[in-house]
């Protein structure tokens, strides 16, 4: 019997703990064998590398990095034409994605007929349909879609907030606006910090950011009718945590009491009575798997205001994003689409359990 190969582009941010998750999961997710495949050899990260095979993942590199790669002390099962081949699931957390997918991914299929997934995340805009799970799950269980981006973080997060709060009918959502306050860098980077909070610019007169667009785009996916988006984005110098300022526009007449219901009744929701990042942050590396959280978005409950404008419901107030432990759900969840097809949310069973009520 065939087995069932996932291969993990990328030992980054994202990459590198999803390899973990796939490899100490793989039993109870149905996969045999994790392959993950890195592109240059570095020696302050032979300890990395050195856990995720002892997790159970394999080692993929270019053939011609092979004795780079021995004489830093790491074996090799793959070379990257070989995993390639034998993988029913690619997943890219390289922000190359769109290069891949025409360097290797579009040549692999004409080359090596087989029902594969490729997968690839927030940053590769037009790589596949976008995805989120929770959100569209009926663009991968219509099937045919070979090639899937898995939306942003925040993406996740903005589009979990219109959905809590509407009760999953966005045809209440008279109007939304969204200011995204972005970290400035994971705290495993050493590059990318600021020295102070810095605005970004308005790229467009109807959404703002890319933000509110590619919300706009992933609801699209749904056939819901066009949504009033708009964001704004900014960084600050922290390396916690994202956070979204929301005000929502309501055509429902709704409690304080009635928002708060939505949020927590809403699984991919968990919410929080912190008003800091570090709190939030610090309870995820204490007590969720691989030091994270992956609900969708915390909702700060001290920042809720729920009042009335124009006969309109407006709901504000403030939500964390779980940065890449949102969109490390939604990978495994493609993946196991790209793995078991129209089941696959049958297999996601084992992942619930990290969907948390409470921060």
């Not at 990095?65 to 993988?87: M, V």
């Not at 700060?300 to 809720?304: A, K, Q």
């Given at each position: 019997m065939e087995q069932k190969t996932?291969?993990?582009?990328?030992?980054?941010?994202?990459?590198?703990?999803?390899?973990?998750?796939?490899?100490?999961?793989?039993?109870?997710?149905?996969?045999?064998?994790?392959?993950?495949?890195?592109?240059?050899?570095?020696?302050?990260?032979i300890a990395k590398v050195n856990s995720l095979v002892s997790q159970g993942a394999e080692l993929s590199v270019?053939?011609?990095?092979?004795?780079?790669?021995?004489?830093?002390?790491?074996?090799?099962?793959?070379?990257?034409?070989?995993?390639?081949?034998?993988?029913?699931?690619?997943?890219?957390?390289?922000?190359?994605?769109?290069?891949?997918?025409?360097?290797?991914?579009?040549?692999l299929e004409l080359q090596s007929p087989k029902d594969r997934v490729f997968i690839a995340q927030g940053s590769e805009k037009g790589f596949g349909v976008p995805y989120a799970w929770g959100v569209?799950?009926?663009?991968?269980?219509?099937?045919?879609?070979?090639?899937v981006q898995v939306v942003s973080c925040n993406t996740h997060t903005i589009s979990r907030i219109i959905l809590a709060a509407t009760a999953g009918d966005t045809s209440v959502l008279s109007d939304s606006d969204f200011v995204c306050i972005r970290r400035a860098s994971d705290a495993s980077q050493d590059e990318g910090f600021v020295p102070s909070p810095t605005v970004g610019g308005h790229s467009s007169s109807e959404f703002g950011t890319h933000h509110a667009r590619d919300v706009s785009d992933l609801f699209q996916t749904r056939k819901?009718?066009?949504i009033s988006i708009f964001?704004?984005?900014?960084k600050v110098n922290s390396q916690y945590m994202h956070m979204v300022r929301f005000s929502i526009l309501l055509d429902e007449k709704l409690t304080r009491e009635d928002v708060v219901e939505r949020f927590q009744n809403d699984i991919f929701v968990t919410t929080t009575h912190h008003k800091s990042?570090?709190?939030?942050?610090?309870?995820?590396?204490?007590?969720?798997?691989?030091?994270?959280i992956y609900n969708q978005a915390v909702v700060?409950?001290?920042?809720?205001l729920i009042s009335r404008f124009r006969g309109l419901t407006k709901v504000t107030g403030f939500?964390?994003?779980?940065?890449?432990?949102?969109?490390?759900?939604?990978?495994?969840?493609?993946?196991?689409?790209?793995?078991?097809?129209?089941?696959?949310l049958d297999r996601l069973e084992p992942i619930k359990r990290f969907l948390i009520d409470e921060v």
């Open positions: 996932v291969l993990v582009i990328g030992t980054g941010t994202i990459g590198e703990p999803l390899i973990g998750l796939l490899s100490r999961l793989k039993n109870d997710l149905g996969i045999d064998r994790v392959i993950f495949h890195k592109r240059t050899p570095l020696d302050y990260e270019e053939i011609n990095k092979r004795q780079a790669f021995e004489s830093l002390g790491h074996f090799s099962h793959w070379g990257l034409g070989e995993a390639l081949r034998e993988a029913d699931v690619v997943i890219d957390c390289t922000p190359a994605g769109n290069d891949n997918k025409e360097k290797y991914y579009k040549k569209n799950d009926k663009v991968l269980s219509r099937g045919g879609n070979n090639f819901d009718k066009n964001s704004s984005a900014m990042a570090n709190r939030v942050f610090s309870f995820g590396r204490d007590h969720g798997f691989y030091g994270r700060c409950l001290p920042s809720l939500a964390l994003t779980p940065q890449d432990g949102n969109s490390l759900l939604s990978s495994v969840s493609a993946c196991m689409y790209g793995l078991h097809g129209n089941d696959y």
